[in-house]
């Protein structure tokens, strides 16, 4: 089992930057790619960011391309995402998820971390 904790969100005005956190806890060795979704009000749950293990490979959403910075940190078992250019259509909760080594799915979710970005 894998415990995700995700940290940083808040209120932040169009323009503005925020960087957001997920620390992992338990059976981190047996992780492969970390991600993070969104899901805003009245919308389905959608794909931001991904990082492989090594960081090596990242992938976006073409919505934050240029924007967002997907990161890690094994030796502190966190992923991060940091986020530049806020705009309103940014605000959703955040979720953190990790895939189990050689699973193709992701299998662990944190409880999400609210986004407000005001106009």
């Known amino acids: 089992q894998v415990q995700l904790v995700e940290s940083g969100g808040g209120l932040v005005q169009a323009g503005g930057s925020l960087r957001l956190s997920c620390a992992a806890s338990g059976r981190t060795s047996s992780t492969a790619f970390m991600g993070w979704f969104r899901q805003a009000p009245g919308k389905e749950r959608e794909f931001v960011a991904t990082?492989?293990?090594?960081?090596?490979?990242?992938y976006y959403a073409d919505s934050v391309k240029g924007r967002f910075t997907i990161s890690r940190d094994n030796a502190k078992n966190t992923a991060y995402l940091q986020m530049n250019s806020l705009k309103p259509e940014d605000t959703a909760v955040y979720y953190c998820a990790v895939q189990a080594s050689g699973s193709n799915k992701y299998d662990y979710w944190g409880q999400g971390t609210q986004v407000t970005v005001s106009s």
């Open positions: 990082i492989s293990w090594s960081g090596g490979r990242t």
